[in-house]
């Protein structure tokens, strides 16, 4: 999965159709028309390392002079080690669009944003923060929807591995022109709402745009070669160190014969090998050796045995006589 660069902010009432308005009439399609805006944001900070907010394109430079306007800002960064959280980068003022087909987040500050397919979201989940210095204090407390994203590089194959890309969406209060100090402003009293709602919508769509990879992998699982035991090299190929042994196909059907059947007993031809009373009489003519089943059955195949003629043979059809006087006697 990759991620796709936009240069132009989307628009929540142009670009989309509201969940509400879409749950309240019957679509007349299901396949074309706008995608449905599940969640709307227009306060997110987003957080992430130094060494991978390059790979998500929205993050603003930092600039000689003023370093510290792309690390994290207070009140929240309060809840980040090193120093109020210096070894993340975050970008304020992240819009989210949580649509039906896809993630989109657009920075205002830098002018980029990103469309993120569900399945690159591998993880999502809510995080809580707390103060570091009034860890008790619930009015400092806050949370946040940490993911892990995955991208395909270009070219790369799909079976490599990469590294997630670890994000973190907090939704926070902007600063009134009455608090234009940072230090004095507080966490949102939304805060912990705005996530859960966040969070469970990107939830509800990442259900609705599961992972093809997923399907592939269980269309492997059902149409995985099965074993047969050997018959003619045109029902399949044969297995390398199992001699006699075939692959099978998936449709179901019979496997090859035995060795020296020549073919199967169905209901559609046991006519030709048994009369009216069940005896056998082998294959017509024609038959033998060819289509129907060779040669004869063995001694007493197809005959039933009477009580009397089993117990005279003993066990198993072994005479066991002689076996009567070495028999220890049973002792209480």
């Keep these: 999965m990759s991620l ?14 509201p969940l509400s308005e879409y749950q309240d009439q019957t679509p007349e399609t299901f396949f074309d028309g706008k995608p449905i805006l599940y969640y709307h944001d227009e ?26 306007s792309v690390h994290p800002s207070s009140p929240e960064s309060q809840a980040l080690q090193n120093n109020g959280g210096t070894h993340l980068r975050e970008e304020k003022k992240v819009e989210v669009f949580v649509g039906s087909s896809k993630l989109i987040l657009f920075s205002h500050k830098s002018g980029t944003g ?15 923060f707390s103060h570091l210095e009034k860890p008790d204090d619930a009015a400092s407390n806050f949370l946040g929807v940490y993911m892990q994203l995955e991208f395909a590089g270009a070219g790369a194959d799909d079976d490599e591995s990469f590294d997630p890309i670890e994000l973190t969406l907090v939704p926070y209060k902007p600063l009134s022109e009455d608090s234009p100090n940072p230090e004095s402003s507080t ?6 709402e705005r996530t859960n709602a966040l969070f469970n919508q990107i939830s509800s769509c990442s259900n609705l745009n599961p992972d093809p990879r997923d399907d592939e992998e269980d269309e492997e699982e059902d149409s995985a070669d099965r074993i047969i035991f050997e018959g003619s090299a045109e029902h399949g190929a044969a297995v390398d160190g199992l001699p006699g042994v075939l692959l099978g196909d998936s449709t179901g059907g019979l496997p090859p014969p035995m060795p020296g059947s020549s073919g199967w007993i169905t209901a559609e031809n046991v006519d030709q090998y048994s009369d009216a009373d069940g005896n056998w009489i082998g294959g017509q003519d024609g038959q033998d050796g060819e289509d129907g089943i060779s040669g004869e059955l063995g001694e007493g195949a197809g005959r039933v045995r009477d009580r009397d003629e089993a117990e005279k043979d003993g066990a198993n059809s072994h005479d066991d006589a002689d076996d009567t006087e070495s028999k220890r006697p049973r002792t209480e």
Excluded at 6 to 12: E, G, L, Q
Excluded at 43 to 68: C, M, R
Excluded at 187 to 192: M, S
């Design 187 to 192: 966490v949102d009293a939304l805060n912990a």
């Design 43 to 68: 306060n997110i900070k987003a957080w992430v390392s130094e060494e991978q907010y390059e790979s998500l394109y929205f993050f603003s430079k930092a600039s000689a002079e003023n370093d510290a």
């Design 4 to 17: 796709t660069v936009i240069k132009s902010r989307p628009s929540a009432d142009g670009d989309f159709q």
């Design 114 to 128: 990103i469309e993120i397919p569900y399945p690159a979201v591998t993880l999502h989940a809510i995080k809580n």
